[in-house]
C-alpha cells in the first residue's frame, strides 16, 4: 500500500512554503511551490499529470511545464530547492517507513488541509480588499 498521496503532496509543500499551493495566484512563491508539488508527486507516485494537476486545479499542460519550471529552481533558487529536499527526505522516511499511519497521522492531514483552505481564503481576502481600496479611491 502506498502511503504517499498527492493530497499529502500538496500539503507538505503548502507548509514548508506557509502558502497555499491550490490557489491561482502567479506569484513566483506560488509557481515555485506548485513546481516542487508536480516534482515530488511524479517521483513519488504512479499518478498521470492530468491526476496531479487536478489537485491543485491545473490541468496536464501546466504540469508539464511546471516540471520545466523545476529547472530553474535547481539552477537559480537555492531556498526554494532546500523546501525540495526537505520535502523529499519526509516523503523517503514515509516511503521506507513500514509502519502506518495512526490516528493522530489521520488527524494532522485533516488539519494540513483545513489550514490549506484557510490559507487559500486569506490570499483570496487580501485580493478582494485591496481591490475595494483601489474601486472607492
Not at 507538505?12 to 511551490?33: C, E
Request: net charge positive.
Amino acid at each position: 500500500m502506498n502511503k504517499i498521496t498527492l493530497q499529502g503532496i500538496k500539503g507538505m509543500v503548502s507548509r514548508k512554503l506557509q502558502i497555499g499551493i491550490g490557489s491561482p495566484i502567479r506569484q513566483r512563491n506560488y509557481v515555485y511551490g506548485r513546481a516542487i508539488y508536480y516534482k515530488l508527486a511524479k517521483e513519488y507516485t504512479h499518478h498521470t499529470f492530468k491526476d496531479i494537476g487536478q489537485v491543485v486545479k491545473k490541468d496536464h499542460a501546466s504540469v508539464i511545464h511546471g516540471m520545466k519550471v523545476f529547472e530553474v529552481i535547481e539552477m537559480y533558487s537555492d531556498n526554494m530547492i532546500n523546501v525540495y529536499f526537505e520535502c523529499k527526505k519526509l516523503l523517503d522516511n514515509i516511503k521506507n517507513s513500514d509502519e502506518f499511519p495512526n490516528e493522530s497521522d489521520f488527524w494532522r492531514d485533516k488539519y494540513e488541509n483545513i489550514k490549506e483552505l484557510y490559507l487559500i481564503t486569506k490570499d483570496k481576502l487580501a485580493e478582494y480588499e485591496k481591490q475595494e481600496v483601489t474601486t472607492t479611491n
